[in-house]
């Protein structure tokens, strides 16, 4: 007979009784109640009501006691897997404040992978680097990947949607080289370094032995320089070499004067790529655009494909707030995520910032979440960027600039091409950036209402096959921007 989620429940609490003693499970689990349990989709949960916020972190491995939180939290994920198989999350529910029954808050915690259990820390090993690959165990390999950071944890949107198929691709096809290496780069704070260790925990996922390894450039140069005043630089090459996927963040950071790192990150990199090992790099800007690094270790960036993350959308911003609210026990209305969502424009750590902000707003003061409190907390935690009020007279100046005309030009009868199109530009132009009706416009420019509208729509009709009229356009409007 098939056992209900109660009764499992009850047997993953006798298997952490059986493995941490009487006195130990009285101490961290007696308190702990099963609320909760959803199977839909594939997916299964299983919500807990733990007496304080104490008790949450240290079943997440958050609570800073030195052995037990990362212990209890690693025994208790692996018992709900023996019993209720793989995959299952949690979540909690929490009282703020003790006993009382209306304090309580729901967190959703992120799903962590099965595969990585060993405690992150701030660099490789030490005893795997400068001593040879033959003297390192898979058991003793830290691949340096932070669990939360999978595919389950992602926010995919139309924005987003190429880098992440691809990288969904080259995470689902160990086996394959397609895109390789995967050169993945975006501003600041939009996920790319998620987004690349998702990749390497799913390989890791399916092939355990595999030697997956996260690094920053950053760090990578420390290692390097360490081994030259070692005098070990050869176990280093070795020992990179040894690596079956390379995850390198942040390579912007090789720009300027560092040819030794550059030296010895170029035989990695070929060796690595010779033998079908797989190579995901991210960068805040296109390979091209990386100065001071030479241009042999440019050709390798480029070798397979080289995809822009860019900033979220609109909707998949919302999608990023609901979930980080989730997880943050918040009840965020509609109304609030739309205001967000169409104020915060900037990266996911921004988003993520002004979450965290009305959490402590609303914790601290203990008051209901308005909108009010809201753009309190936007205007303290984001530079939320003022958009430029544009007229018509900043519209001739930055066009006449563009096209190498006296502004005065543009108001006469002249109908040479170059002013003619000039002029036609800036009715378009007025049209997209200012409140100016036609007849206004015509009245500025000395020209009926009809002569303005057929500028505006040959320049529309233009635009589709006339790239250095694109091109015009847009360098106008950025000089409009500033």
Not at 255 to 269: D, H, M, Q, R, Y
Not at 336 to 351: F, H
Not at 447 to 459: D, E, I, M, S
Request: aromatic share 8%.
């Amino acid at each position: 007979m098939e056992l209900n989620h109660l009764q499992k429940w009850q047997r993953c609490l006798d298997k952490i009784r059986d493995n941490i003693g009487v006195q130990k499970f009285d101490t961290w689990f007696s308190r702990i109640k099963l609320e909760d349990y959803r199977e839909a989709d594939g997916k299964k949960q299983l919500t807990l009501y733990v007496p304080s916020n104490f008790y949450y972190e240290l079943l997440e491995g958050k609570s800073g006691l030195p052995g037990i939180g990362t212990s209890l939290c690693h025994l208790l994920r692996q018992t709900l897997k023996c019993e209720f198989g793989q995959g299952v999350s949690l979540a909690y529910s929490i009282p703020t404040v003790a006993g009382d029954k209306d304090s309580i808050v729901k967190v959703t915690a992120p799903t962590p992978s099965p595969v990585l259990t060993n405690p992150l820390g701030n660099k490789v090993k030490a005893a795997a680097l400068g001593k040879g690959s033959a003297s390192v165990s898979y058991e003793d390999f830290d691949p340096q990947l932070n669990s939360t950071y999978s595919f389950d944890n992602y926010c995919v949107g139309e924005s987003n949607k190429l880098p992440y198929t691809i990288a969904k691709f080259i995470a689902t096809h160990p086996d394959k080289t397609d895109f390789n290496p995967f050169f993945l780069y975006g501003g600041v704070g939009v996920g790319k370094t998620h987004l690349i260790q998702a990749i390497g925990i799913s390989l890791k996922e399916q092939m355990p032995t595999a030697r997956v390894l996260y690094t920053t450039m950053r760090l990578f140069e420390h290692l390097y320089v360490k081994a030259v005043l070692a005098k070990e630089v050869p176990d280093f090459l070795n020992w990179f070499q040894t690596i079956d996927v390379l995850l390198l963040d942040d390579v912007q950071e090789l720009c300027g004067n560092k040819e030794g790192t550059a030296s010895i990150l170029f035989p990695v990199l070929n060796y690595l790529h010779q033998h079908n090992k797989k190579l995901i790099l991210t960068s805040d800007r296109p390979p091209k655009e990386l100065d001071g690094i030479a241009d042999r270790l440019i050709d390798r960036f480029k070798w397979g494909v080289v995809e822009e993350l860019p900033k979220p959308d609109y909707s998949l911003r919302k999608e990023i707030l609901q979930a980080k609210a989730q997880r943050s026990g918040l009840e965020l209305s509609d109304t609030i995520i739309d205001m967000i969502a169409k104020t915060v424009t900037g990266s996911v750590r921004e988003l993520e910032g002004v979450v965290l902000g009305i959490l402590g707003r609303a914790i601290a003061l203990n008051v209901p979440l308005t909108e009010g409190l809201v753009a309190e907390v936007i205007e303290r935690t984001v530079a939320v960027e003022r958009k430029r009020t544009i007229n018509f007279d900043m519209i001739v100046e930055a066009t006449a600039e563009a096209f190498s005309l006296n502004p005065d030009a543009i108001f006469t009868k002249n109908r040479t091409r170059e002013v003619a199109d000039a002029r036609q530009v800036v009715m378009y132009l007025c049209g997209l950036h200012t409140s100016l009706s036609t007849p206004a416009i015509g009245r500025r420019l000395n020209r009926k209402h009809t002569t303005v509208l057929h500028g505006q729509r040959a320049v529309a009709d233009r635009m589709p096959h006339e790239p250095e009229l694109v091109s015009a356009v847009k360098k106008i409007e950025a000089a409009l921007m500033r």
